[in-house]
């Protein structure tokens, strides 16, 4: 079924989209009043900014996936392990905007960042195209990090 590039397509977006869904409902409903009574290091962005972001980079990471899905060489543990990597993504929104627990989140950036760097090299092996869509995504989760740093020394 997953032949059809259409098919795998929509289904590949179903599934990374899952993981902006169910974090993006993790934020909306258990964000404030706590994140705005944090206080934020001077380089963190405008709440406003974050939406675009990241619907940009599960775009991306969806193309990356689907590229990699339609190449003979691709092996299933890559695709595992992009598995693996969206149930990460989706627990930091959960630990960080529902448990308020910033240290166990920042942890799961590490590991999340980790697995990132591990898709990029296991991409580049099979097809540059998806290795180079991961970088932005790998960026902007470094980027997170440091955010999520910041917010443990500054609370």
């Known amino acids: 079924?997953?032949?059809?590039?259409?098919?795998?397509?929509?289904l590949l977006s179903l599934v990374t989209f899952s993981a902006s869904f169910i974090g993006g409902l993790a934020t909306i409903n258990f964000k404030e009043p706590w994140y705005s009574l944090l206080i934020k290091p001077s380089f963190n962005p405008p709440d406003w900014i974050?939406?675009?972001?990241?619907?940009t980079l599960y775009?991306?990471?969806?193309?990356?996936?689907?590229?990699?899905w339609h190449n003979k060489n691709?092996?299933?543990n890559t695709v595992y392990i992009y598995f693996i990597h969206l149930v990460f993504n989706t627990t930091w929104s959960i630990v960080f905007f529902v448990l308020h627990n910033?240290?166990?989140?920042?942890?799961?950036?590490?590991?999340?960042?980790?697995l990132i760097v591990i898709l990029i090299f296991?991409?580049?092996r099979v097809n540059l195209v998806s290795s180079y869509l991961?970088?932005?995504?790998?960026?902007?989760?470094?980027?997170?990090?440091?955010?999520?740093?910041?917010?443990i020394m500054l609370n």
């Open 102 to 114: 910033m240290l166990l989140a920042l942890v799961i950036l590490v590991i999340l960042i980790v």
């Open 74 to 76: 691709r092996d299933m």
């Open 134 to 151: 991961m970088i932005p995504y790998v960026l902007w989760c470094t980027f997170a990090l440091i955010l999520n740093f910041n917010l």
């Open 122 to 124: 296991r991409f580049r």
């Open 50 to 55: 974050f939406a675009p972001v990241w619907t």
């Open 59 to 68: 775009l991306m990471m969806t193309f990356a996936i689907w590229v990699y």
């Open 1 to 10: 079924m997953l032949k059809n590039k259409f098919i795998s397509f929509l």
